[in-house]
């Protein structure tokens, strides 16, 4: 079975520094890994994803996560953080089976 | 841009009503999925259906059904609903490519007093 652990609940952060959230998952197989955030009252958004290649990956609003095979892990980052920034972020994962596995969410808490 | 639309963004209902959750996307996406999301659960699978007709459980479909007669259109059904049903539901869709990304509706939250 495949599951993805985001170790911390809530992230806080002071805008213009750099952020990290952390992702980690488990799964058989080539993985592949998905960023979504939400902001309040709102669906999800798609942030970014890895399928194969490079193992840096580029997203939308400036984001963008690395890929670490040996350390099965997939970290959102972000280098100067912004105020509208503050939103809650779920990491993914999907195996050959083409079903997403979401992590429990972390709240991410950009202070000016 | 593709839009999910979800009929409702806030619904009371008592317990032991049915309650119909309905979700339509205007991209001609096969897939289609509903999920509930609970704090610091993030978002678990109930339904999904990959066509018109078809529906397979996902991780909790217990206390929940659904039905999709029309491509567009995916409903999830509680058949009797319960507090613990309690939750925010999210509907999504995506077309039929493998590893393709989801479009989320902006979900309803449903109450069960």
């Known amino acids: 079975a495949q599951s993805v652990a985001q170790p911390e609940d809530q992230v806080n952060v002071a805008e213009g520094n750099p952020l990290t959230v952390k992702c980690t998952y488990s799964?058989?197989?080539?993985?592949?890994l998905f960023w979504y955030v939400q902001y309040p009252n709102r669906g999800l958004q798609f942030l970014l994803k890895y399928i194969t290649g490079d193992n840096l990956v580029k997203g939308s609003y400036g984001f963008e996560a690395e890929f670490n095979k040996s350390q099965t892990s997939f970290h959102l980052k972000k280098p100067s953080a912004l105020v509208s920034d503050s939103a809650l972020y779920f990491c993914?994962?999907?195996?050959?089976?083409?079903?997403?596995?979401f992590g429990g969410g972390t709240r991410l808490m950009v202070k000016p | 841009d593709v839009k999910v639309t979800q009929s409702s963004r806030y619904l009371v209902k008592r317990t032991g009503e049915k309650v119909f959750l309905e979700c339509v996307q205007d991209?001609?996406?096969?897939?289609m999925f509903w999920y509930r999301q609970d704090p610091g659960l993030g978002l678990r699978l109930i339904y999904f259906?990959?066509?018109?007709?078809?529906?397979e459980k996902g991780d909790i479909p217990e206390g929940y059904s659904v039905s999709r007669e029309k491509k567009e259109r995916f409903s999830l059904i509680l058949e009797s609903a319960s507090t613990n049903q309690t939750s925010m539901y999210l509907c999504?869709?995506?077309?039929?490519?493998?590893?393709?990304?989801?479009?989320f509706g902006n979900g309803t939250r449903l109450t069960v007093t």
């Open positions: 993914a994962v999907m195996s050959a089976g083409n079903m997403l596995t």
């Open positions: 259906s990959y066509d018109v007709k078809m529906k």
């Open positions: 991209m001609d996406h096969e897939n």
């Open positions: 999504a869709s995506s077309d039929p490519e493998g590893r393709s990304t989801l479009h």
């Open positions: 799964v058989s197989g080539n993985p592949y």
